[in-house]
């Protein structure tokens, strides 16, 4: 089994390192980028390199899948010629911030056979996999409707969506869909069913030029406040030298480096005076077919990252914070009755990120690559055959896109969106 790394970044290292670690050999890398290119090379041992993709496809098919782990809007550009040239995916989400070319992709992946597992990686964490089996050994009965909230980070908001990488539409994604095709997906698949209608409403409210405060500068080593902001970028930065999130900011991790770094680049900006134009907090309605509802909350203020999840049953209900790892199920009584004691359900330990997710994607990845290239021949058309259902294949995942570019739409239009009028819009356009 052999896969190539497509995007050297802070995605694409994590999804080599377990790679390799499994003893998966990764035999090409593409990475415009020469210091990410090379340090990839020297770290997982790649015979070969690449600057472009176009130079990598030159060379035939000389891997059995590749990891797509680009920027938001070069995804399609990307899956479109490797699916073409055979190559199995693991794609890094969103799958493309436009619904068509989601839909052009699991088309492509469909008619030659071939895998494509999204990284929705949520849905490989235990905190997850705990809930949807519970949900469907039918203990508590049908679900009813769901009040779920991603808790962002006011620190994570501002590296990422506001002086970061996403944090314009137009260059990467709506933060509903970068961000919460996540959530939109976990939904969906613990309901079991396809969304029919979505409502949302939300704003950038927080990370504004009018909301600076009196003294700030455009840039933060022209600012008088100082170490007062809690958003100062050397303040912020330079404890982190040597750690993930820097590598966003410099790939030069000596003090000298992220210095000048932050004095010249984007991530040494004022919060308020950058060119940022997505929500920092946004709120989704969701009527699904079956009739179960869920309000959706994704906020930028609070002070850590985490989500919350409450899913109310015919016969009880199911609680749970994946910052605390642990699950609270509460089975309902009559009133007659002493309240039932709730069932606590403390969660094991994990290693990695995402709540271990990431590491159990890979896993994943990998048992479904192993089958899919010892299939002789390969199928057209049988997308999901021996996948496991429980998988974020394409097939399943693009759902989460769709509510999630529904979403945007109904709160910029103000209107509720009707899904299957949606999705006709789309197969019209085309």
Known sequence: MRIALI???QRGNIYAAYLR???IEISAVVE???SR??????DYDIPQAFSCLEDFLAQGRIADAAV???MDQDHF???MPLLKAGYHLLLEKPISPDSEECLRIQEAADARGLLVMVCHVLRYTEFFTRIKDIIDSGELGRIQTIEYAEYMGNFHMAHSFVRGKWNRTDTSSPIILQKSCHDMDILTWLVGCRAAKVSSFGNLSYFRPENAPEGSALRCKDCTLGERCRFNAYRTYLPMIGKWRAVDVTDDMTEEGMRRALDEG???RCVFHCDNDVCDQQTTAIQFENGVTAAFQMSAFSDHMHRRIKIMCEHGSIRGD???NHLTITRFGSFADVPTPPEEIQLHPYRGRHGGGDIGLVDAFVQALAKKISQRPKVAGTPNGEIPSGTSEISRSIESHLIANAAEESRLTGETVYMNTYKDEIRTHR
Do not use: H, I, L, Q
């Open 7 to 9: 995007g050297a970044g």
């Open 322 to 324: 994946d910052s605390e």
């Open 21 to 23: 670690e499994k003893g």
């Open 266 to 268: 984007p991530y040494g």
């Open 77 to 79: 550009r990307c899956a």
């Open 68 to 70: 797509v782990a680009t």
């Open 37 to 42: 290119r090379n340090r990839a090379v020297e």
């Open 32 to 34: 415009p980028v020469a």
